[in-house]
């Protein structure tokens, strides 16, 4: 592509950005109209070769994030022509994912991305032609979509997990109103690292006012068995936060752990002390709350910006404690 044709497309990318609800959705319904004109099927056809790409069997069944990724592809294939818009509207439909306690659900959608973008979860950035995905939703509140992934958030971050990973489910747990959450052995294994690389955290402030030596037994135990899911406690976890704060920088730690740590830290504290002054009586107590001192943040974060609650999935056992494998 022509530096000229970059250049369009990126503008094109930031107007596709900023549309949202009907005015989107007849954006696409105009750039689909306008890719039949130019390659000569019938518009149906086409809207059926978009429900395939996004795995949907309705277009009202698209949120914005479907249809933004849509809207790039259909104003890509209308410069590209005739040649190429049945190859680019064409979905993955094959994924190798992990087995064992890695394993996340089978995406609802894949498909080689048609512009660079950033990850809906981690924020990594991504090329166009790489793959990403959407996950199946959570339906129930207080879950909301999540949007375009990269792949290793889309498939790898359970099996290979990094700091910020661990992070994360711990952050949305937190935002969701969980009880706690659930760690899997290898996430188990990163928490324990971290944790035990510095002695020096076992004397910090919030190390001895809440002890986790039980913590680091079931973290060992639990990474060395690959166990599929470890209860960690809503107040273990704020207290691993706390304690993590105190750590020094390592080479071990990435600069983006580092931000998704000061994020977190930042936000649990504006959760607990309401900095906007959020009314109660409007917003209550719950996730509803948490989302709305998020939105009103004065320091907003790549937490805030990219918002949720999402339900980042956890291993399902049955009574026995065994592993269910996740279709």
Same mark, same amino acid.
């Given at each position: 592509?022509?530096?000229?044709? !970059?250049?369009?497309? %990126? +503008?094109?990318?930031?107007?596709?950005?900023?549309? #949202?609800?009907?005015?989107?959705?007849?954006? @696409? $319904?105009?750039?689909?109209?306008?890719?039949?004109?130019?390659?000569?099927?019938?518009?149906?056809?086409?809207?059926?070769?978009?429900?395939?790409?996004?795995?949907?069997?309705?277009?009202?069944?698209?949120?914005?994030?479907?249809?933004?990724? !849509?809207?790039?592809? %259909? +104003?890509?294939?209308?410069?590209?022509?005739?040649? #190429?818009?049945?190859?680019?509207?064409?979905? @993955? $439909?094959?994924?190798?994912r992990p087995g064992g306690i890695g394993r996340l659900p089978r995406p609802r959608s894949v498909k080689a991305a048609s512009v660079p973008g950033?990850?809906?979860?981690?924020?990594?950035?991504?090329?166009?032609?790489?793959?990403?995905?959407?996950?199946?939703?959570?339906?129930?509140?207080?879950?909301?979509?999540?949007?375009?992934?990269?792949?290793?958030?889309?498939?790898?971050?359970?099996?290979?997990?990094?700091?910020?990973?661990?992070?994360?489910?711990?952050?949305?747990?937190?935002?969701?109103?969980?009880?706690?959450?659930?760690?899997?052995?290898?996430?188990?294994?990163?928490?324990?690292?971290?944790?035990?690389?510095?002695?020096?955290?076992?004397?910090?402030?919030?190390?001895?006012?809440?002890?986790?030596?039980?913590?680091?037994?079931?973290?060992r135990v639990s990474a060395a068995d690959e166990t599929p899911a470890t209860w960690l406690s809503a107040q273990t976890a704020h207290t691993i936060?706390?304690?993590?704060?105190?750590?020094?920088?390592?080479?071990?730690?990435?600069?983006?752990?580092?931000?998704?740590?000061?994020?977190?830290?930042?936000?649990?504290?504006?959760?607990?002390?309401?900095?906007?002054?959020?009314?109660?009586?409007?917003y209550g107590t719950g996730w509803r709350y948490r989302q709305r001192v998020l939105q009103l943040t004065a320091h907003p974060t790549a937490l805030?910006?990219?918002?949720?609650?999402?339900?980042?999935?956890?291993?399902?056992?049955?009574?026995?404690?065994?592993?269910?494998?996740?279709?």
């Amino acid at each position: 592509m022509t530096l000229f044709g !970059v250049e369009d497309v %990126l +503008r094109h990318d930031h107007e596709t950005d900023a549309l #949202a609800g009907t005015e989107l959705r007849e954006q @696409v $319904t105009q750039a689909v109209d306008a890719l039949s004109a130019t390659v000569g099927e019938d518009p149906q056809t086409l809207y059926s070769r978009v429900l395939k790409l996004l795995n949907i069997p309705r277009l009202s069944d698209a949120d914005d994030h479907d249809l933004r990724e !849509v809207l790039r592809e %259909l +104003r890509l294939c209308e410069r590209e022509g005739r040649r #190429a818009y049945r190859a680019r509207l064409r979905r @993955v $439909t094959r994924v190798d994912r992990p087995g064992g306690i890695g394993r996340l659900p089978r995406p609802r959608s894949v498909k080689a991305a048609s512009v660079p973008g950033t990850c809906a979860l981690c924020g990594d950035g991504y090329n166009a032609g790489t793959l990403i995905g959407r996950p199946p939703f959570a339906e129930e509140l207080p879950y909301v979509p999540i949007g375009w992934l990269c792949w290793h958030c889309l498939v790898q971050r359970r099996q290979q997990p990094r700091r910020r990973d661990v992070l994360l489910r711990t952050f949305h747990a937190l935002f969701a109103g969980m009880e706690g959450l659930d760690l899997n052995g290898h996430e188990c294994a990163v928490l324990l690292d971290w944790l035990t690389e510095e002695p020096a955290l076992a004397t910090s402030k919030p190390w001895t006012s809440d002890p986790l030596e039980n913590t680091l037994v079931r973290l060992r135990v639990s990474a060395a068995d690959e166990t599929p899911a470890t209860w960690l406690s809503a107040q273990t976890a704020h207290t691993i936060v706390a304690v993590l704060q105190e750590a020094p920088s390592s080479p071990v730690m990435t600069p983006q752990d580092g931000e998704t740590l000061e994020a977190l830290v930042q936000h649990l504290a504006e959760w607990e002390t309401n900095p906007a002054g959020v009314r109660r009586a409007q917003y209550g107590t719950g996730w509803r709350y948490r989302q709305r001192v998020l939105q009103l943040t004065a320091h907003p974060t790549a937490l805030s910006e990219r918002g949720g609650p999402f339900h980042l999935f956890q291993c399902r056992v049955n009574p026995s404690g065994q592993l269910v494998e996740t279709e």
